[in-house]
């Protein structure tokens, strides 16, 4: 049973392999720019904990305004002042143009995001903003074997986003935190976790699992009130990521040619694609509606649902109405984004037919609400 899900699965002979394999160790990951490597329970217990332990002078950095809202909400909860910034409509980026307009003789940071995947070129970066400005690197959505990540100050990384896992994010530094990270508890998996991590895994209760989630819609995670533990990440998830990453660029180029044909087979009339940057890891294959079909994206959403087809609307909930104070202009761009994305799955394992499958499902779904 092939499984169109946003969330990435295992299969059980995967899933038996990773747990046969040793343990690696976070000193096998090679980084020649970085000195340390933190591990965490989540990223955003990374950027917490970065937040707190280095030195910003005017307390005041510059943010994406297409992103997660949680990445504004720890800067709130640390005594920072975000400046938010549009994005580039084709790339979802941070827009270079917007950055030329700001002042950063008292910003004391950037925090660059690789919206999807997407690798926004850190080297123009530097060449637009003050030497002294501290450039963070949210490579989230990427996979971090790339010539082109790892060119910020510091660079966060996430143990779940492009493989199945339980939870946990990488902050990569050469400043040491040892003495703030060595009073951190560490992270522990319970069965709460290991029921949950059934979602992950192929099989036939993905069929009970796709009846109950085709009749509701996640509930959105008020960020005023979310809580978490600074804690130090646990090893079965360090073990999972550690041994999946082996198979990143084998991943990656499967994906480029599943892209082809996502191409081939999506109308152009309803869709334009997110447009390459530097380089794409394509964590999902994102498409915008165009002006005319994205009042229908909820529905799109929705419709295909209840045919068992999970896609995701990331970042819907972008951080512009609630922070609007803190946004750098009107940010027309992210919030077309954030009303238009279409995240569609795509892994190594699926094959031409089933991205016409995909295909045909969501143009039909336009066809038909524009009928």
């Not at 002294?132 to 996979?143: R, T």
């Not at 082109?148 to 492009?162: E, N």
Request: aromatic residues 14%; glycine residues 2%; hydrophobic residues 40%.
């Amino acid at each position: 049973m092939i499984n169109f899900d946003i969330v990435n699965k295992l299969s059980i002979r995967e899933l038996n392999e990773i747990l046969k394999n040793p343990n690696f160790n976070l000193e096998d990951l090679k980084f020649p720019a970085y000195k340390n490597i933190y591990s965490f329970n989540y990223l955003r217990s990374a950027i917490d904990f970065l937040w707190k332990n280095i030195n910003l002078k005017n307390k005041k950095v510059v943010f994406p305004a297409f992103t997660c809202p949680i990445v504004i909400e720890i800067a709130l909860r640390n005594g920072i002042e975000p400046i938010i910034i549009d994005c580039d409509k084709d790339t979802f980026n941070l827009d270079f143009k917007e950055i030329e307009k700001l002042d950063f003789s008292n910003i004391d940071a950037i925090f660059v995001h690789h919206v999807f995947g997407n690798i926004l070129d850190i080297d123009k970066l530097r060449l637009l903003v003050k030497k002294n400005v501290i450039i963070v690197e949210d490579a989230a959505n990427c996979i971090d074997d790339n010539d082109y990540i790892g060119k910020g100050d510091y660079l966060l990384l996430s143990l779940y986003k492009y493989f199945p896992n339980f939870r946990g994010g990488l902050l990569l530094s050469n400043n040491i935190f040892q003495d703030s990270y060595e009073l951190l508890m560490r992270d522990k998996i319970d069965y709460k976790d290991k029921l949950s991590f059934l979602l992950h895994i192929e099989g036939l209760h993905q069929y009970f699992f796709n009846l109950l989630r085709s009749k509701r819609i996640p509930e959105e995670e008020n960020m005023n009130t979310l809580e978490w533990e600074i804690l130090k990440c646990d090893n079965l998830s360090l073990k999972f990521y550690l041994n999946q990453r082996l198979k990143a660029k084998k991943e990656i180029e499967s994906r480029k040619l599943l892209r082809k044909y996502y191409l081939e087979n999506l109308n152009p009339k309803y869709f334009y694609e997110q447009k390459v940057d530097l380089d794409h890891s394509y964590m999902n294959f994102s498409i915008v509606l165009k002006e005319d079909f994205n009042k229908f994206r909820d529905e799109i959403y929705k419709d295909l649902r209840k045919k068992n087809i999970f896609v995701d609307r990331m970042y819907f909930n972008a951080p512009l109405k609630e922070y609007a104070k803190y946004c750098h202009g009107e940010c027309k761009n992210a919030f077309y984004l954030a009303s238009s994305i279409i995240n569609l799955p795509i892994r190594s394992s699926y094959d031409e037919k089933d991205i016409k499958f995909l295909c045909e499902s969501v143009n039909n779904c336009l066809e038909i609400l524009t009928a």
